[in-house]
């Protein structure tokens, strides 16, 4: 008995440099597939780009079609019309909001943003993954790090995160490691005409296409359903791009700042081509 | 032997490509089925104690492809398979105990533990995860039965 213990242990011994020289190989094979990622991927990426689109184009009425089975097609598309219409309400409220308040350099900057100013590349939409969007635009096309990432709406979907030759993922804004810098604008009527004061907030991501906004000062003065729009203060999107609605506001006394619910304006799922803003440029 | 990994290797990359456009439609509060992660699972799940090596090519085709489309690297996933594939091939024989048979009550509480650390381990815990963990149950527990079937049928 205890010879056959004694083989066991010695068996198991022998096994370990084996163990050990695979890791080691395995390891530095990954390094290796490393050295090559970026044409590993855009290769990929390139050949499967065709079915992927066909499959993404394929899941949007196909995920109208389950809708509607609780929704009705009519109310779906009326919905998604409205949307679209609501939206670019919104966008020129904002503009038009900056108007108001006073500066006209900055208001003109504002609106040629919002009238297409910049220079746009469009990309189609072909594949999501943790909040992370590919685009079939890449180096090749003018697309490089950082650049913003918008709808034909104005609506702020995100930022480069990695470039390949031939397509980019997009960091949509609610993915968990992005932090957009954004002000309150009062949905009211009343508060059209006359200048408020501005409350700057941050936007934070916490994935699964949802964010919050965060880091609103106590005393300020914030409502459901008021808009949120970039406010370029950390320079990395233009000013006044769309980017949320609140629908809820968590207060609480014993911190100090308040927090809230967010609704995105970005909805991934009806978006089939973006626009790379190519020439803003950024301060980092 | 090698028209079944060459199915294999189609039925990933397919995975993969539905699961990145098709099924990102079909999101339930930011939840989306991770396809290759089930078919791996249920791969090595029902992978004999003898092939036990195919837990390494079926960690660097799914790892690969999850790798493709999720981070800047490849490797994350690659490495956390393969780690979880034999672990997962450990607590099978312990819980078996030389019975060879693949019950329903052994994959799914096992899938959702491997599914769950895996999760954690890539994006964090927060509650989406729970949404994540009960939409991909729903899809892993279907590819159970297709596949025993499929496999009373092929056998």
Redesign the interface.
Same mark, same amino acid.
Request: glycine content about 10%.
């Given at each position: 008995m205890k010879s056959v213990g004694n083989f066991s242990i010695n068996k198991k011994n022998k096994n370990w440099p084996k163990i050990l020289i695979g890791v080691v190989v395995?390891l530095f094979l990954?390094f290796i597939?490393?050295i090559f990622?970026a044409p590993?991927?855009n290769g990929?990426?390139v050949l499967?780009l065709p079915?992927?689109?066909t499959?993404?184009t394929?899941?949007?009425p196909?995920?109208n079609f389950?809708g509607s089975l609780f929704n009705g097609v009519y109310l779906s598309n009326e919905n998604e019309k409205l949307r679209q219409e609501n939206q670019k309400l919104l966008s020129q409220v904002a503009a038009l909001q900056s108007i108001t308040q006073g500066n006209q350099a900055q208001s003109d900057v504002s609106t040629s943003c919002q009238n297409s100013g910049f220079k746009l590349v469009m990309a189609g939409v072909? =594949? #999501?993954?943790?909040?992370?969007l590919?685009i079939n635009k890449g180096s090749g096309d003018g697309v490089s790090e950082g650049m913003p990432v918008i709808s034909q709406q104005g609506v702020l979907f995100g930022k480069i995160l990695?470039v390949y030759k031939n397509y980019s993922d997009v960091m949509l804004i609610?993915n968990?490691n992005s932090v957009v810098n954004v002000k309150v604008q009062a949905a009211s009527a009343e508060g059209f005409g006359e200048p408020s004061k501005e409350v700057d907030g941050v936007v934070k991501g916490?994935? =699964? #296409?949802?964010a919050y906004l965060d880091l609103i000062p106590v005393d300020a003065v914030i409502n459901s359903g008021d808009v949120l729009v970039t406010s370029a203060l950390d320079k990395s999107f233009p000013k006044d791009l769309l980017v949320a609605k609140i629908t809820q506001i968590q207060k609480n006394d014993q911190k100090p700042f308040q927090q809230a619910q967010i609704s995105l304006f970005s909805d991934?799922?009806i978006a089939d081509n973006l626009f790379v803003i190519t020439n803003y440029k950024q301060t980092k | 032997m090698w028209q079944k990994t060459v199915v294999i290797i189609f039925l990933f990359i397919i995975f993969a490509l539905l699961q990145n456009s098709f099924f990102a439609h079909f999101s339930i509060f930011g939840a989306t089925p991770n396809l290759v992660f089930i078919l791996f699972f249920l791969l090595v799940f029902f992978a004999k104690k003898e092939t036990n090596y195919q837990i390494i090519y079926l960690s660097v085709i799914a790892g690969i492809l999850l790798d493709i489309f999720s981070y800047a690297y490849l490797g994350p996933s690659i490495v956390s398979l393969l780690i979880g594939g034999f672990l997962l091939k450990k607590a099978q024989s312990m819980l078996k105990s030389g019975r060879d048979s693949y019950p329903f009550t052994y994959y799914l509480p096992l899938f959702l533990i491997f599914f769950a650390i895996y999760e954690i381990c890539f994006l964090g815990f927060n509650l989406g995860i729970i949404a994540e963990i009960i939409y991909n149950m729903v899809f892993a527990s279907a590819f159970f039965y297709v596949y025993k079937r499929w496999i009373k049928y092929t056998a």
């Open positions: 395995f990954i597939l490393n990622v590993i991927k990929f990426h499967s079915i992927q689109k499959f993404w394929a899941g949007e196909s995920s389950f072909s =594949g #999501l993954d943790n909040d992370i590919s990695r609610s968990i916490s994935g =699964g #296409l949802t991934v799922k | -």
